[in-house]
């Protein structure tokens, strides 16, 4: 089946974040939104099929996970990365943010600090915040457009400082994005291991936000970090979904892969007083989606990496001064517009004022991610096209 990916579903009405939330978010009704993580994108027939299924059943109760499932999301893990997991390792929550607030509840106490590689997705900072910990930054190093990991500022985190006053509370976490959100890294397995190595010397757990695990383009690979070792497994958190790669994502439903029994047992323990069981349509989906959900993905793939090779051809003949750092992974692209020398609000005003296109503005995703912005290409070429139209004409006006 050839699915079509220029389709132009129209969204409005249909209680879109992305699309009906656009006024609300943006101020702005004729805003072009290219902002939050979903797809414009109709899902794999296979997926509407199970929904449909389910829910001519008609009763929609609590719902419990069952084992076909497992063996779903083992079976694919097997398959994509050549990890075995164990049925009783896998945990469904509403969501990834969910799980994140979750497992910082678990692992961390008031005081403590968690490690973040900034720029890096926003909702980090509120999870951290949110549980009385501290967040401490092992920024992400720029070099030749393309981000690298700091190891020599990772490893200074951990020395004693000889200013007393000023010690930081322990690092008792670390949230890990891999692919990364919004630099678009999907790190190899040298740094992943280096970078683990490192952590696990310091007594760090670990919690792998690996949403973005299958949107990943040619001549890269996605390595689950827990996948690397059984050391690395033991002082992980893992979090996956099917909803970044099969655009199911208001169904909530995600899975959470935690080997160490001691570490599953207090995820599961906190995870029982803040979270409901799982969304019955999110799990048939899942199933689903997992099982035969590969076709449309393929096509999906290959539809991405067009609009990506468009994007960065677009930006470099046609829009003076903004550049594209091309990423390994997700349907996200971080665009540098620091040459046009605006601070980060007036960039912001620019992007929505002039060029009326909602972007995620980059000072969100911390500090190092001022002068930036960022763009999801997940949309039929045309609406691409017409955004990026609409940059290069604002652009174009104030050079
Ligand atoms: C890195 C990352 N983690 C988590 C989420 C959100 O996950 P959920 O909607 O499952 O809470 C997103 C959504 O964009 C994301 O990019």
Known sequence: MKYNFDEVVNRLGTGSLKWD??????????????????MDFKVAKPITDAILKRAKHAIYGYTTVSDSLISAVIDRLKLKYNWDVKPEWIIF?????PALYTAIKALVSVGDSVLIQEPVYYPFFSVIRDNGA??????????????????????????????????????????????????GRVYTKE???KMGEILIKNEVVVISDEIHCEIVYNGHRHIPFASISEEFANNSITCMSGSKTFNIAGLETSII???????????????GRLLSTPNPFGLVATESAFRYGDEWLSQLLEYLEENLRFLIDYVEKRIPKVKVIKPEGTYLAWLDFRELGMDEYTLSEFLRK??????????????????????????????????????????????
Do not use: Q
């Open 21 to 38: 939330g656009v006024g609300l978010i943006f101020g702005d009704k004729d805003i072009l939104p290219m902002w939050i993580a979903d």
């Open 93 to 97: 929550t509403p969501g990834v943010i």
């Open 134 to 183: 501290h967040i401490v930054s092992n920024d992400l190093k720029l070099i030749n457009n393309h981000y690298e990991i700091d190891f020599d500022d990772l490893e200074m985190k951990f020395l004693p400082k000889k200013d007393l006053l000023s010690e930081p509370s322990r690092i008792k976490a670390m949230i890990l994005c891999n692919p990364h959100n919004p630099v």
């Open 191 to 193: 740094e992943l291991t």
């Open 257 to 271: 892969i935690i080997p160490n029994e001691k570490l599953r047992k207090r995820f599961i323990e906190v995870k």
């Open 354 to 399: 002039k060029a009326k296109v909602g972007l995620d503005d980059g000072y969100v995703f911390g500090k190092s991610g001022a002068g930036f912005a960022r763009l999801n290409f997940a949309c039929p070429r045309v609406i691409l096209e017409e955004g990026l139209r609409r940059i290069e004409k604002a652009v174009k006006e104030i050079i």
